[in-house]
């Protein structure tokens, strides 16, 4: 077999895995029914005081994100919380958060599902979002 069409085969291998990687993987689920997501860690969160851009973000945060992830990122039933050192700066960078916002996020880290992607977020919105998020971290000793 020539080198050539040795690369063309490989190559046509790979396709056909990823593809098959992608057909086999399971359907993206909103939010887990309650039973499922019996192990959730909703914590108690220390709240700074805020500057502006960081009020901005709280304001952006309060519309798209607490409902699943709680008022101040602590967590709820249908969301993990934010302020766990999961989400320290070092594990999920600023990209990851926006990543998250656009695309949805398949489950990883817990039971409760994938993420949807956030309908009527930007990549300012979610700048200002993560602005907010990191002081909170920040005084919850997350860094």
């Known amino acids: 077999m020539s080198n050539s069409l040795r690369v063309i085969v490989v190559a046509m291998v790979a396709v056909l895995a990823a593809g098959a990687f992608w057909i086999s993987r399971p359907s993206p689920v909103a939010v887990q029914p309650a039973a499922q997501s019996a192990s959730a860690e909703t914590i108690a969160v220390a709240m700074p005081e805020l500057s502006a851009a960081e009020k901005s973000g709280q304001v952006r945060y309060s519309m798209l994100c607490a409902q699943c992830h709680g008022a101040n990122a602590g967590g709820t039933m249908q969301g993990p919380p934010l302020i766990h ?52 971290q920040r005084a919850n000793g997350i860094q």
Do not use: C
Not at 86 to 103: K, R, T, V, W
Not at 112 to 134: C, K, L
């Open 85 to 136: 050192k999961i989400y320290e700066p070092s594990h999920h960078g600023d990209m990851a958060f926006l990543l998250a916002a656009q695309n949805g996020v398949r489950a990883h880290h817990w039971n409760f599902g994938d993420m949807p992607a956030v309908e009527g977020s930007n990549d300012e919105m979610v700048a200002e979002i993560v602005t907010f998020i990191r002081a909170v």
